[in-house]
Each structure stands twice: as C-alpha cells, then as structure tokens.
C-alpha cells in the first residue's frame, strides 16, 4: 500500500551530521508507529528510532543524544537527524512504516 522513499543518506567524516528523510506516498496520520532502522554488512537489522504518532520517541542506546526523529502527518515526511556521527553508524538506513512497510533504504558512510 504505502510507498516510503528514503534520502539524504551519502559519506561523511566521523563527527558529522546528515539528515534523513522518509517520504510516504499516503497519508501516515493514522499509522501509529513509524521508525528508522539500519543493517550494517554481516549485521541484523536493527532499531534505531521509533515514533508514535502522538510523538512518543524510542531510541536504541548507541545513539541516544545523537540522533532525533521526527514526523509531519501533514507532509507525510519522517526525519532522523544524526549529529555526531560515528564510523559504527555506517549502514543502510531503512524507513518503515506501522512495523509492516519498507522502503529501499539509503546508505550512511561514516570515515573515521
């Protein structure tokens, strides 16, 4: 059904800051639960954020204090800021939706 698309992923040194971007082809007022995760090669997929849609926040304990998500239902857009980039936060970063949609992901690269 919904179609998500991720951007902004790209290469960066270690303590750099990009932005992500998750853009939905529906309307994701009524999905409670959207989130970012990321595998790393010969690695699980894995959790990084999480946000409801009355804007409680989870985030996996690697990046508490670095990274921040969050949603506009009216764009239907979910960001995940990261500062303070580290080389162990290299991945493809993945969009989803109402823990049954994905998108394609994008690729974080980060240099040490």
């Known amino acids: 059904q919904v179609q998500l698309v991720e951007s902004g992923g790209g290469l960066v040194q270690a303590g750099g800051s990009l932005r992500l971007s998750c853009a939905a082809s529906?309307?994701?007022?009524?999905?409670?639960?959207m989130g970012w995760y990321r595998q790393a090669p010969g690695k699980q997929r894995e959790l990084v954020a999480s946000?409801?849609?009355?804007?409680?926040?989870n985030y996996a304990d690697s990046v508490k204090g670095r990274f921040t998500i969050s949603r506009d239902n009216v764009r239907n857009l979910v960001n995940l800021q990261m500062n303070s980039l580290k080389p162990e936060d290299t991945a493809v970063y993945y969009c989803?939706?109402?823990?049954?949609?994905w998108g394609q992901g994008t690729q974080v690269t980060v240099s040490s």
């Open positions: 989803n939706a109402g823990r049954l949609m």
């Open positions: 529906l309307s994701i007022i009524s999905i409670n639960l």
């Open positions: 946000i409801t849609k009355g804007g409680s926040t």
